[in-house]
């Protein structure tokens, strides 16, 4: 299974991105998934998570401003941020609670995308 992240970019403050999240590979069914992002020197921050049915729930420091979305016929995850402001400058990460059928088993796993920079300046 391989998460695929992408989107990221410089914007000025009050600009808007959206970021993808597409997984492939031997997947059965997607549970939840959930963006992170890590600021330079900073902790890793759950920023939002979506249930398999369609379900978000945010951080607080982005409540109104982000909004989570999936397409589970795509299995791509979306994260559109509008009203970008400086702090949220950050590596964002796409994470995923995976079942897959392997070798007649089952199998749960939870998988990571590799990072996009997102830069919020002037």
């Known amino acids: 299974v391989q998460l695929q992240a992408s989107g990221g970019g410089l914007v000025q403050p009050g600009g808007s991105l959206r970021l993808s999240c597409v997984a492939s590979g031997s997947i059965s069914r997607i549970d939840d998934m959930r963006w992170y992002r890590q600021a330079p020197g900073k902790q890793r921050e759950l920023v939002a998570t979506?249930?398999?049915?369609?379900?978000?729930n945010y951080a607080d420091s982005v409540k109104g401003r982000f909004f989570i979305a999936r397409d589970n016929s795509k299995k791509t995850m979306y994260l559109q941020m509008n009203s970008l402001k400086p702090e949220d400058t950050a590596v964002y990460s796409c994470?995923?609670?995976?079942?897959?059928?392997?070798?007649?088993?089952?199998?749960?796993?939870?998988?990571w995308g590799q990072g996009t920079l997102v830069t919020v300046s002037s």
């Open positions: 979506i249930s398999s049915g369609g379900n978000p």
């Open positions: 994470n995923a609670d995976v079942l897959s059928l392997i070798n007649a088993e089952w199998v749960a796993g939870k998988y």
